[in-house]
């Protein structure tokens, strides 16, 4: 799981993307559109456009939670970075997502999809505890199929088993 | 041809003692047979010399004489591909001629290593058809064991050499055959990160290989039909995960069921008139069955666990399947339309996959207990036996005779797979050669 170095207090313009994140043992290839770097605060700065993941990514803390084995619970780490999603789905009433939710290759294809699908219910509803509406919000799963990290150890499953938060424009 | 051995002493004794076990007052004769669960390499060595014709014709396949060899070629890579015979093939013996096919010459064939012997002959009817018959004989005894005669297009000539196959195969084993038959898979290609999953077909020795879809959207765990007319598969074709049937003489494909919810992990009634399947509503996800016409889907399980994988057993009165209720993933067997749920699996680690033999006698699973591995229980779920130890052996499906599964393998690391395949008594296992990559192998019945 990712570690906080410090407690986190949520404002509107908190920027905190990619801030004290374990390095995993194996770097996965960066996903399109990630900033490696926290950018300049939102509104737009250049590089993306008001309410792009671009924009998503730059002002919310993470677009992901991660997951412990065959678990779908969001935990108080989760709860901070969907909170910072909630906030941001707030401030762009236009925006919707789609969340992916994803699961290791230690499980077996049928069962890792129905999973994925629980995780990423789980961070939906979680998100709609906080006020945003599910008719925002769809869910899909990719079960085991989009591996992120490639390696065949823990850390590499740790950062597959997601729920990551995608803006549909 | 350094290895020369001769069929074990028992078969000297096999049939009489089964005569006076019976009671029958028939000749006390030695007779040619297989023990499907017998310990040991003791194959029996059949000679199988290309099949001759009695007049070299041209087919759409090639010529008679041509076929001829091929055919001798299939059989014997079906027998050693059982694990059972020491087939030596046309390169190995002597050929012979037409005439011979009737008459076999025991006096020398009795001079070679040979127990048994194959001999048939390819012949073109006037309706341009195939007829390729086949007889199996015992060399020691000098005696016809068994004759079949096969009637096919010259395309679907390899069809009667694994009709032949299957017939020297139930004769001598006592098992129901199996080689006549075909196997849907997922093709895959690409590195981990960007795998190409595409749905395909083969035949059962991985000839006749054919890609249904393009690659473009994802496709996962197909199933044939009963009748090999159509294939139920998982596509994300609109993006998300669905199931869909393809009807493989059209080309067409149509959702299984309207819903927008995602369907998962579709299975076959062994009548063909049902499609089971997984569907999740708001992240929770049950078993359903559904008209394969079409229709309203009926809901067989209420549990707030994942309850996914199901599958009848043959004579459809019961579907086993796998749910994470009790905590982690385990077996339970219900009724056909829910209810009577009863946990099988109690051996400790998880349990998933569960795939009902056609036979009846046993469910096969992927067990994971740190490997993943292929094993079998009974339907009370009793005799749990492992029969493979790999890092990933997943996804088992049964051959149409029951005594030996096919599997998906995966490596550690690099994400590669193949279709694997053991014998049921954990012996004989064996890669199956595909084009590319393969896993979701899904082994239909035994053809028409």
């Known amino acids: 799981m990712w570690k906080y170095a410090t407690p986190l207090v949520i404002t509107s313009s908190l920027v905190l993307a990619g801030c004290g994140q374990k390095p995993p043992e194996e770097l996965p290839p960066a996903p399109v559109g990630t900033a490696p770097e926290a950018p300049p605060p939102a509104p737009a700065g250049p590089g993306y456009a008001p309410g792009s993941q671009g924009d998503f990514l730059a002002n919310t803390m993470s677009d992901r939670i991660l997951f412990d084995t065959d678990r779908f619970n969001v935990d108080s780490q989760d709860q901070v970075i969907l909170q910072s999603q909630a906030q941001w789905l707030a401030q762009h009433p236009n925006a919707r997502i789609t969340i992916e939710g994803h699961a290791d290759e230690r499980g077996t294809r049928d069962y890792n999809l129905a999973l994925g699908e629980r995780r990423a219910n789980a961070a939906k509803n979680y998100l709609a505890s906080l006020g945003v509406s599910p008719s925002r919000m769809t869910t899909v799963s990719y079960g085991k199929e989009r591996p992120e990290a490639l390696g065949s150890n823990e850390a590499a499953w740790a950062q597959n088993r997601r729920a990551v938060s995608v803006v549909v424009r | 041809m350094t290895k020369r051995k001769r069929f074990p002493a028992a078969r000297q004794t096999i049939l009489?003692?089964?005569?006076?076990?019976?009671?029958?007052?028939?000749?006390?004769?030695?007779?040619?047979?297989?023990?499907?669960?017998?310990?040991?390499?003791?194959?029996?060595?059949?000679?199988?010399?290309?099949?001759?014709?009695?007049?070299?014709?041209?087919?759409?396949?090639?010529?008679?004489?041509?076929?001829?060899?091929?055919?001798?070629?299939?059989?014997?890579?079906?027998?050693?591909?059982?694990?059972?015979?020491?087939?030596?093939?046309?390169?190995?013996?002597?050929?012979?001629?037409?005439?011979?096919?009737?008459?076999?010459?025991?006096?020398?064939?009795?001079?070679?290593?040979?127990?048994?012997?194959?001999?048939?002959?390819?012949?073109?009817?006037?309706?341009?058809?195939?007829?390729?018959?086949?007889?199996?004989?015992?060399?020691?005894?000098?005696?016809?064991?068994?004759?079949?005669?096969?009637?096919?297009?010259?395309?679907?000539?390899?069809?009667?050499?694994?009709?032949?196959?299957?017939?020297?195969?139930?004769?001598?084993?006592?098992?129901?055959?199996?080689?006549?038959?075909?196997?849907?898979?997922?093709?895959?290609?690409?590195?981990?990160?960007?795998?190409?999953?595409?749905?395909?077909?083969?035949?059962?020795?991985?000839?006749?290989?054919?890609?249904?879809?393009?690659?473009?959207?994802?496709?996962?765990?197909?199933?044939?039909?009963?009748?090999?007319?159509?294939?139920?598969?998982?596509?994300?074709?609109?993006?998300?995960?669905?199931?869909?049937?393809?009807?493989?003489?059209?080309?067409?494909?149509?959702?299984?069921?309207?819903?927008?919810?995602p369907t998962f992990a579709p299975r076959w009634s062994p009548d063909g008139k049902w499609i089971l399947y997984s569907m999740a509503i708001a992240g929770n996800t049950d078993i359903y069955k559904v008209s394969s016409q079409g229709g309203q889907p009926q809901r067989l399980t209420f549990s707030p666990g994942i309850d996914i994988g199901g599958s009848f057993s043959p004579d459809g009165s019961r579907i086993v399947f796998e749910s994470d209720r009790s905590g982690s993933q385990q077996l339970y067997v219900m009724s056909s339309n829910g209810g009577n749920e009863r946990r099988i699996s109690f051996g400790g680690g998880r349990y998933a996959t569960p795939e009902w033999s056609p036979r009846g006698d046993l469910i096969a699973f992927t067990k994971i207990a740190g490997n993943f591995r292929i094993g079998v229980m009974t339907p009370g779920g009793g005799g749990e036996r492992l029969l493979t130890n790999s890092w990933q052996d997943e996804a088992p499906t049964w051959a149409p005779n029951g005594r030996v599964i096919q599997y998906f393998r995966t490596t550690r690391g690099n994400g590669r797979t193949g279709i694997w395949q053991v014998d049921l008594t954990g012996r004989n296992e064996r890669q199956l050669p595909t084009p590319v990559n393969g896993s979701d192998p899904s082994w239909g019945p035994l053809l028409p």
């Open chain 2, 16 to 261: 009489g003692l089964i005569a006076l076990a019976a009671g029958l007052s028939v000749p006390v004769q030695a007779q040619l047979t297989v023990d499907v669960t017998a310990e040991g390499d003791n194959e029996l060595i059949i000679a199988v010399p290309a099949l001759p014709t009695p007049q070299n014709t041209e087919t759409p396949a090639g010529g008679t004489a041509d076929l001829g060899g091929k055919i001798s070629d299939v059989i014997v890579s079906d027998l050693r591909s059982s694990g059972l015979f020491e087939p030596k093939g046309r390169n190995q013996v002597r050929g012979i001629s037409f005439n011979e096919v009737t008459a076999p010459q025991f006096s020398y064939w009795g001079s070679t290593s040979a127990a048994a012997l194959i001999q048939g002959f390819v012949r073109t009817n006037p309706d341009g058809k195939l007829t390729v018959g086949c007889y199996l004989y015992d060399v020691a005894l000098e005696t016809e064991l068994t004759r079949q005669g096969f009637v096919v297009s010259p395309r679907d000539w390899r069809r009667a050499a694994h009709k032949c196959a299957d017939a020297i195969y139930s004769r001598l084993s006592g098992e129901s055959p199996f080689f006549d038959s075909r196997i849907a898979y997922i093709a895959e290609t690409g590195p981990k990160d960007n795998r190409r999953k595409r749905l395909a077909i083969m035949d059962s020795d991985g000839a006749n290989h054919r890609f249904i879809t393009n690659g473009r959207a994802t496709a996962l765990t197909p199933r044939f039909s009963p009748d090999y007319k159509s294939i139920v598969y998982l596509s994300f074709l609109d993006g998300n995960p669905r199931i869909y049937i393809y009807d493989i003489g059209t080309g067409r494909q149509r959702l299984i069921t309207e819903s927008s919810n």
